[in-house]
């Protein structure tokens, strides 16, 4: 029977796969904080392996728009800024998962971009607030097609950022301080993660601003390119 609801309810949020004519159903977006040495030193906050924990925020799933789009530069900041991501896309459910079995958990991998309002996440995190208003914007998680590559871990890969050509961001995914393994099974600590479960795995050094006009692109290795282009503030 048909829930009768007040409204139509939003659709799910999805994202095409590789070779397919099926979708990929997202449930939720996590997104891993400094997970590149030389993106926390240029935040100011560097990272001792030895004595920390990786740390995550979540973007509410209404958030994501798929590669190509053109986006609003949104209201409220004045440094709309680029972050070039790997996305892990986990295809079955588990909790607690050690990092020798994440690999099973694993359906694929796309290209991501965490656009962030750098100056309101600033402000968040030097008052000790949540990071939402910098973070969970509008149309600010951007991902590719998912290709699939179920039981791949990926260990290195060039990962690469531009602006209207310029290359604004590059380095290695063998770079991250905690690798895919390790931050499958420590948020599986934390999470029961589910099939449809993206993770945007962190940012390398080089991130900046961006201004309505402005084309971005960015590639992993072995995955794929991202691309999307900035128009004008509502
Ligand atoms: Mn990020």
Known sequence: MTTNYLWTPPAVQS????????????????????????????????????VERPFYFTKAPSTLV???????????????????????????????????????????????????????????????????LGKDVEQSSVASEIVPMAGTVIDSGAIELSVNGAVKQRSDVDKLIWN?????????????????????????????AVVPGDKITGSVAGVGSVALTVGAAE
């Open 180 to 208: 895919i393994r390790e931050i499958i099974a420590d948020l599986s600590l934390f999470y029961h993660l589910q099939p449809g479960d993206l993770i945007y795995t962190g940012t390398p050094e080089g991130v900046g």
């Open 15 to 50: 994202l095409p796969v590789r070779g397919s004519d099926q979708r990929l159903p997202i449930h939720r977006l996590f997104f891993v904080g400094r997970n590149y040495h030389a993106h926390a030193v240029e935040m100011g906050r560097p990272v001792d392996k030895s």
């Open 66 to 132: 798929e590669s190509g789009a053109t986006v609003a530069y949104p209201p409220e900041t004045q440094n709309y800024h680029f972050e070039m991501e790997l996305v892990v896309a986990i295809g079955k459910a588990g909790f607690r998962i050690a990092a020798e079995h994440a690999h099973e958990y694993i359906y694929g991998y796309a290209c991501g971009l965490d656009m962030t309002r750098r100056d309101l996440q600033l402000v968040a995190r030097d008052k000790g607030r949540p990071w939402d």
